[in-house]
């Protein structure tokens, strides 16, 4: 029976969340399946995957088959690179424990690429956020301004009428007397 590793789309409409499942190939796509391995959610910044290493590897060693997203996502968290080095051990290239080391670097390096990008999106967001504020800050303070200089001259325009009519009175006031 040839088997698949591939995913299964779940979820509604443009929020799609998928089941990382082993299945037949001649399985229809959120059809009968072997065995659920893990998820993955593409919806979130980075995406969400959660994935039993220990049961995608046995299922890799034994021969089931990735399509190309599923390939993607065993190789983001290191079920293809552990299989690689499995190879190399029983080729003789070097020992298990040369392989556990060199897989613990490649993990602690991912980590902290996953990590730096998840800071990353952090702080742009920030920016992202001050920079709004700011923008609404100096708007609000253009339009106080603008509010200002339309009623300054309102209140200009006023005075003098009021040291007009009081210079008119006056000067009535003289011719009359």
Do not use: C
């Not at 009623?151 to 009535?172: C, F, L, R, S």
């Amino acid at each position: 029976m040839a088997t698949k590793i591939r995913l299964q789309r779940h979820g509604k409409k443009g929020k799609p969340f998928y089941h990382v499942v082993v299945a037949d190939a001649r399985a229809p796509r959120d059809g009968k399946f072997i065995e659920r391995i893990g998820s993955y959610n593409p919806n979130t910044n980075p995406a969400t995957i959660i994935l039993d290493f220990d049961r995608a590897l046995n299922w890799v060693n034994n021969g089931a088959q990735p399509t190309d997203t599923a390939r993607a996502i065993l190789s983001y968290k290191g079920v293809l690179y552990k299989k690689h080095l499995q190879g190399g051990v029983k080729k003789g290239a070097f020992d298990e424990a040369k392989a556990e080391e060199l897989f613990a670097a490649w993990t602690e390096g991912n980590d902290a690429k996953i990590e730096g990008k998840k800071s990353g999106l952090a702080q742009s967001k920030d920016a992202v956020k001050k920079a709004a504020l700011a923008a609404e800050a100096k708007k609000k303070e253009d339009k106080a301004a603008a509010i200002a200089a339309k009623n300054a001259p309102v209140e200009e325009a006023a005075a003098e009428e009021a040291i007009e009519e009081a210079a008119a009175e006056e000067n009535t006031e003289e011719t009359e007397g």
